[in-house]
């Protein structure tokens, strides 16, 4: 049975985000930030500039949009979206998150 074309599109946008997500991590666990947004401050974008982490998080919102029009979710979203929302004093860094998020995905 062939597939639709918006399941086409979210097959590949679903393979664009794990590849993209996989190359940001390596960047991210070598010392970049940026990834995850936890710098809130209000200079942060003018050093933290990153266009493939928010290729990443556009990526995201798209694929989970779609993947609830049928009622599904992507867990790779969802795990990328829980390290984008933890914030606080004592969450690890960028670089540390990132490389829990790729052992995590290593195991899996």
Do not use: H
Request: glycine fraction near 6%.
């Amino acid at each position: 049975m062939r597939k639709s074309p918006k399941e086409q599109r979210l097959d590949a946008l679903e393979e664009e985000f794990r590849e993209l997500l996989l190359a940001c991590l390596e960047d991210c666990s070598r010392g970049r930030w940026g990834l995850f947004g936890q710098n809130d401050y209000p200079e942060a974008p003018k050093y933290l500039e990153w266009p493939e982490a928010d290729q990443l998080k556009a990526l995201s919102r798209e694929i989970q949009t779609i993947r609830s029009e049928f009622g599904e979710s992507n867990l790779l979203c969802e795990r990328f979206d829980y390290y984008c929302q933890l914030r606080g004093p004592n969450v690890p860094g960028e670089p540390r998150l990132a490389g829990a998020f790729l052992e995590e995905l290593a195991t899996k």
